[in-house]
Every structure is written in structure tokens, then in C-alpha cells.
């Protein structure tokens, strides 16, 4: 299975940076071309675009699409679906370039189309879950969170996400997939970016399903693991591991980063873990593994670091997504997690650039 993995070598970060910019500008220049309302409003056809998204990723259209073109009325037998809806359905996400119809009047995959089945590049669990009714509603409380600074998600569902997620077992499951989808776009920029060669040992703290360390040992052969999660994070990971062919080489371990962190690696990967939490609950993190890092050991951070400047910024965005869903949860700027290690004992050694939002954020003992 490991054999067929293919980790692929990404454009040059400045190459990225021009073809981001040039973007950017052709839609300033769009934007100041027509009237604002104008503009406002085409952002806004967003709102029923991502809802048909959902949909279609529920029905698993791209999964049963994937074997052979199909009508819409045999779609609609596998789909168990109205075709009449259906059809309403299929005909405005081609319009988006998402599925295409041919002209005997069959539809078939397209290359967006492709992400919501199943397989390397998916996202279909992330745009199950982003776009269901568990995420969906704490967008209709935002009025909450901005005049109260307390979380969307507490006030909607009575407790904190983590204690929810705990006994709801499908929205647990759907959510760990989700987080798998998201960690496989970032995986293949981290990779390109960054030299594990130098730590013989590799901890990847609040690891989950092991997707990220995988992917790291498969590059890496020479060295070995540490796989450090709850117990309800790791239920999928002997499945990622094995498809990886680096079972032999991880130790899975649970336990809970509050308490404490695995002795014997060079290197520490938090990968998401600190936007999830407060400063004071961050801190208990970072200390737990100074406790056990090596004086050359590197804590590596895997995560959005929000520019200062007055542009557009995708962590800018997921931050919003954090204050609703997280009681104290924020995308850092560089100035903010300086203030965060200093505290820890810790000291920002560099923050290495990927041709993702993601940054590799590298602390070292002061």
C-alpha cells in the first residue's frame, strides 16, 4: 500500500507569492471596476453555492460518479434523491465548473468535483462537517460571540466542543475526518519546506489519526516516531499507519497534553493544537514538553501565523471560525506566541514559510 504513496515536490514559495499576488490584484481591479453593491452581492452567492457543496458531498455523487458517467434519474436511484431537486441541484453546481454534463446528458466528475470523493486531495469530510448543521448554526449566532466574547458554540449547544464531541460518536468521527482532510493540504507544503532528516525520534503531540507523522517517516526512513493522543483520537490510526508501511516505527501513546508529553524525541509537532486554547491553557502545553526536551530539541508549531498588515489573509478568516467555535480559541501573530514561549522558557528560533497560510514556527529552549 505504502508503495503507491506519492508525496509530491511543490512550486518555490516565491513563484506562489507572485501568482497570489497577481490574483490578488486582477480582483482589486475587478472590485473597483463595478459598483460595490454589485460586488457584495456576487460575494454573497456563496451562501447557496456552499449548502448544494454539503449536499452532494452527504450523497457521495463524486464517489459514485468516480466508476462511470450517470443521468440524473440513475443518480437519483443511488442517491435515493428527487430527481426534479436533484437536477436544480447538479445544474448549479456545473454551472460552477463543480460536475460537468456532457452532451448525452450524463454527468461526470470534474477536477473540483473530484475532492469531494474520497482519496488523496478529498475534502469531503471537511465540507461535511464545515458546512453541516453543527458548524451552520453558530454562523447564525455571530451577533453572540461579537457582543459577548464568549463562544457561539457553548451558548448553541450548552458545552464546550470537545465535551460534546466526546458523546456524540458520529459528529466525533465526522470531525476527525475533517481535521484529516484539512492536515492532508498542508502536509505536502510542510514537507517541501521543512527538513526532518535532523530528529531521529519525532513526536507529534494531539497527533489523531497520524496522518502528518506518517507522511513524515514514509519521506524519512531513518527515523522513528512518537504518536501522543487521546484515546478516542488515535481510533483510526493503525489504518494511516499501516497504509504508510510505518507502523513499525511509531509508538502510539495516549494521554492528554495538560498533563504531560512523551520523554524520548529530539523534535515536538503541534500541529493546530495551540489556536484551540487560551494563553494559560497554552502554556501548560509548552511547559509539559519543556519538561522533557532535550537542551537541542526543537518544538515545532505547526499553524497560521496573522500578519499585521492591513491585507487579506486566510488565517484572518479561520479566526473567526476559532472565536465561535473554541471558548478561547485564536489564530496568533508572531509577536503573541514571542510573548507565549518567553513565558514557557521558550524562545522563537525561526518561523519557516510554506507555500500554504501554514507556517513551521520553531521554539527553542532560552
Known sequence: MADSIVIRKLPPIRFIRALNAFRSGLFRLYSRSFPANVVMYERFTAFWILPAIRVAAELDIAGILEKEPMTIEQLAVRTDSNPGSLSRMMRALSSEGIFKKNKTGQYKNTSLSRVLSDGKGSLRFAMMQHLGSLNWNLFSEFPHTIKTGKSAFSMVYGQKIYDYLSGHPHESELFDRSMTNLSEISIEPVLSAMDFSNYPVIADIGGGEGLLLSSILYQHKSSSGILFDLPEGLTRSGIILNKYGVANRVKVMEGTFFDTAPAGADAYILKNILHNWSDEE?????????????????????????????????????????????????????????????????????????????????????
Open 282 to 366: 497554552c502554556l501548560k502545553i509548552l511547559k509539559n514538553i519543556v519538561e522533557v526536551l532535550p537542551a537541542r530539541g526543537k518544538i515545532l508549531i505547526l499553524e497560521m501565523v496573522i500578519d499585521e498588515k492591513n491585507h487579506s489573509s486566510f488565517g484572518k478568516l479561520i479566526d473567526l471560525q476559532m472565536m465561535l467555535f473554541m471558548e478561547h480559541g485564536k489564530e496568533r501573530t508572531r509577536k503573541e506566541f514571542e510573548s507565549l514561549f518567553d513565558q514557557a522558557g521558550l524562545r522563537l528560533n525561526k518561523i519557516i514559510q510554506t507555500v500554504a497560510p501554514i507556517r513551521v514556527i520553531e521554539a527553542v529552549i532560552k
